[in-house]
């Protein structure tokens, strides 16, 4: 707490400016009293801090980023979508997912990832196809493929935003539950961050499955992972997927 008074050119205009009596801010100062909770959110709105200037080393408090979402000025905004996503609205597992392929017209491409949790907060990680890697001209090794990313709760859906490690290019995607018998399907739509382009698109659908099974069956399917056409889809997903129709 020193060191952020230490710019000031006296404790007495300090405290003037705190409204704060200075025999009692020296107490503050020397670690002999403790400020009541109103005091104290005087003291870290002056000083734009938070309250653990009382616990920790300053340094390791002001050289923190902000939490993006939760910042002052998007909070009112921003905040609610980074309530936690409950296992309810998708829970822990493996998925598989499928869309059209971004670039070539006619062909699908069909994947997995996993969802799991640190923190009480959803995470997504999976693995670019290799395929799709080369197509690029990319480095196909696992190190390379591997994607993670975040979900964000939304009104009536759920939101993934996920990169490949450096976060070079990202996704962005929408995802609904959809009416099914387990209730383990969400559609929706994924974007890729890209120019326009004449040849390639940047929306497309996209279908997700909860793989009931465990391990084993995720397994099984992760075997079938890749480019396709639509005779290739899994059942349900080429339901949803709706090849034929516009996207809109």
């Known amino acids: 707490m020193k060191k952020l008074t230490s710019p000031f050119p006296s404790v007495a205009s300090l405290c003037r400016e705190l409204g704060i009596n200075r025999t009692q801010f020296n107490r503050y100062l020397a670690a002999e009293s403790f400020p009541r909770p109103d005091v104290l959110h005087k003291i870290c709105t002056f000083f734009n801090v938070d309250a653990r200037i009382l616990l920790e080393p300053v340094e390791q408090i002001t050289n ?26 998708l829970p822990n597992g493996f998925y598989r997912f499928s869309r059209p392929s971004f670039v070539e017209d006619d062909r699908f491409v069909v994947g997995m990832f996993w969802v799991f949790r640190e923190d009480g907060r959803a995470f997504v990680r999976g693995f670019e196809l290799p395929e799709a890697m080369n197509d690029q ?80 069956e995720a397994l099984k399917m992760a075997r079938n992972s890749g480019f396709c056409d639509v005779s290739q889809l899994p059942g349900y997903h080429a339901r949803l997927m709706r090849p034929g129709q516009a996207f809109r």
Do not use: M
């Not at 923190?64 to 609205?89: C, I, M, S």
């Open 64 to 89: 923190k980023p902000a939490d993006l979402f939760g910042h002052p000025a998007v909070q009112n905004y921003l905040g609610k979508t980074v309530d936690p996503v409950t296992e309810d609205e």
């Open 137 to 216: 001209g990319l480095s196909s090794t696992t190190y390379n493929r591997e994607f993670r990313g975040i979900t964000l709760k939304q009104e009536q859906g759920l939101v993934l935003i996920a990169a490949r490690r450096g976060a070079s290019t990202c996704s962005f995607s929408y995802l609904a539950q959809a009416p099914s018998f387990h209730n383990n399907f969400w559609e929706g739509y994924a974007t890729r961050t890209a120019t326009e382009s004449i040849t390639g698109k940047r929306v497309v659908r996209f279908v997700v499955e909860h793989i009931q099974g465990g391990w084993k």
